[in-house]
């Protein structure tokens, strides 16, 4: 829930960085908190034996309620995620512009996706300082025994000392 409220916090920030955990934990909650809303919409349209006013007037009216409220939810995390999207964007050294190819359709989507996977620059770029990433810290650091390109490492994992492939750090 921390990562949804720092990123409501920065809905129009486009400065900056965000790391791949701060996006997809984003990303996480607002799913389940908008299939929550959605759900308890739903079940206030459902016949549950109750009478005709309580039915159809009072959750009637709160379906209703609850989905102009979901509707509204899904236009701000729209402008979250935009910034959200931009700042990741940062991270792995591009330029915020990157994030409209995904106005491209299907193309576009895929290209968007694979920035949001790409671990960032664990050193400082023009867009902020590194996210508490260490070059030091990488497996790799030496350039010895380097991943292949497109291996889960390569595209920003870390692997830890039994050998599974750790996407968030």
Same mark, same amino acid.
């Given at each position: 829930?921390?990562y949804?409220?720092d990123a409501?916090?920065k809905?129009?920030?486009?400065t =900056?960085r ?6 997809w ?5 607002a799913i389940i908190?908008a299939f ?8 206030s ?5 109750l009478?005709?006013?309580i ?12 989905i102009i409220?979901? #509707? ?8 979250v ?8 964007i ?5 330029s ?10 299907f193309?576009?989507?895929? #290209?968007v ?12 770029n023009?867009y902020?300082?590194g996210l ?10 030496? =350039?010895?025994n380097s ?14 000392p039994s050998g599974v492939v750790?996407?968030?750090l």
């Amino acid at each position: 829930m921390k990562y949804l409220r720092d990123a409501w916090k920065k809905t129009f920030c486009y400065t =900056g960085r965000a790391s791949r955990k701060e996006f997809w934990m984003t990303a996480l909650w607002a799913i389940i908190s908008a299939f929550i809303l959605m759900g308890v919409a739903l079940l206030s349209r459902l016949p549950l034996g109750l009478p005709d006013f309580i039915q159809e007037v009072v959750l009637g009216w709160l379906s209703y309620i609850l989905i102009i409220a979901l #509707v509204l939810y899904v236009m701000w995390s729209f402008l979250v995620f935009l910034a959200l999207g931009v700042r990741r964007i940062h991270d792995i050294g591009l330029s915020g512009w990157w994030i409209f190819i995904g106005l491209i359709p299907f193309i576009g989507a895929i #290209v968007v996706f694979v920035f949001t996977v790409i671990a960032g620059n664990a050193s400082d770029n023009k867009y902020g300082s590194g996210l508490a990433r260490s070059v030091a810290a990488s497996p790799y650091s030496d =350039g010895a025994n380097s991943p292949a390109p497109l291996s889960p490492v390569f595209l920003g994992g870390s692997q830890n000392p039994s050998g599974v492939v750790d996407p968030f750090l």
